[in-house]
Antibody
Framework: QVQLQESGPGLVNPSETLSLTCSISGASIRSYYWGWVRQPPGQGLEWLAFIYYSGYSNYGPSVKSRVAVSVDTSKNQFSLRLNSVTAADTGFYYC?????????WGPGIQVTVSS | DIKMTQSPSSLSASIGDRVAITCRASQGISNLLAWYQQRPGKAPKVLIYTASNLQSGVSSRFSGSGFGTEFTLTITDLQPEDSATYYCQQYDNYPLTFGQGTKLQIK
């Protein structure tokens, strides 16, 4: 059974970089696509990105100019970096398995952008 | 981008009732649609994929139908644990997009 766990700072200063990591257990990072979905407070879901272990990736339009995702095959982890954050980037961030529909989600991590 | 519109935005129903939630796509997406349930404070959980396929482990009280631009999630014999927000999501085209959600309250 695949399990995902997000980690990273819960508070980020405006204009700085948000960095999150997702640790995978129960599967090799080489076996599937992986991605990120976020949810602003009290709002709906927004797909952000997916990545394959080869580096092949795709990004959502609202973050495309500010985001990068990467993989670390040695640690079986993948990461999200979002630059120049504002209050609009506040919310829950989920790592997910697959690039189409998501059968596995991490529990989520709450990120607040505030000084 | 493909816009997904759910209706209703919220509904209230009683235990044992049958409810239906509709999701409309702004353009045809074949059957490339998933439904998720999100309980308060929890991550979403997939219920249905490819419009009508029940995810393993999900109650058979949940069913999905539709093709093209109109899709329906039906829940029969409502139970207290069905109180949640439900989202549809298309995966025919990138960027992947979700509906705005339907909040289901059990009376």
């Amino acid at each position: 059974q695949v399990q995902l766990q997000e980690s990273g700072p819960g508070l980020v200063n405006p204009s700085e970089t948000l960095s999150l990591t997702c640790s995978i257990s129960g599967a090799s990072i080489r076996s599937y696509y992986w991605g990120w979905v976020r949810q602003p407070p009290g709002q709906g879901l927004e797909w952000l990105a997916f990545i394959y272990y080869s580096g092949y990736s795709n990004y959502g339009p609202s973050v495309k100019s500010r985001v990068a995702v990467s993989v670390d095959t040695s640690k079986n982890q993948f990461s999200l970096r979002l630059n120049s954050v504002t209050a609009a980037d506040t919310g829950f961030y989920y790592c997910v398995k697959s690039k189409d529909w998501f059968d596995t989600w991490g529990p989520g991590i709450q990120v607040t952008v505030s000084s | 981008d493909i816009k997904m519109t759910q209706s209703p935005s919220s509904l209230s129903a009683s235990i044992g009732d049958r409810v239906a939630i509709t999701c409309r796509a702004s353009q045809g997406i074949s059957n490339l649609l998933a439904w998720y349930q999100q309980r308060p404070g929890k991550a979403p959980k997939v219920l249905i994929y490819t419009a009508s396929n029940l995810q393993s482990g999900v109650s058979s009280r949940f069913s999905g139908s539709g093709f093209g631009t109109e899709f329906t999630l039906t829940i029969t014999d409502l139970q207290p644990e069905d109180s949640a927000t439900y989202y549809c999501q298309q995966y025919d085209n990138y960027p992947l997009t979700f509906g705005q959600g339907t909040k289901l309250q059990i009376k």
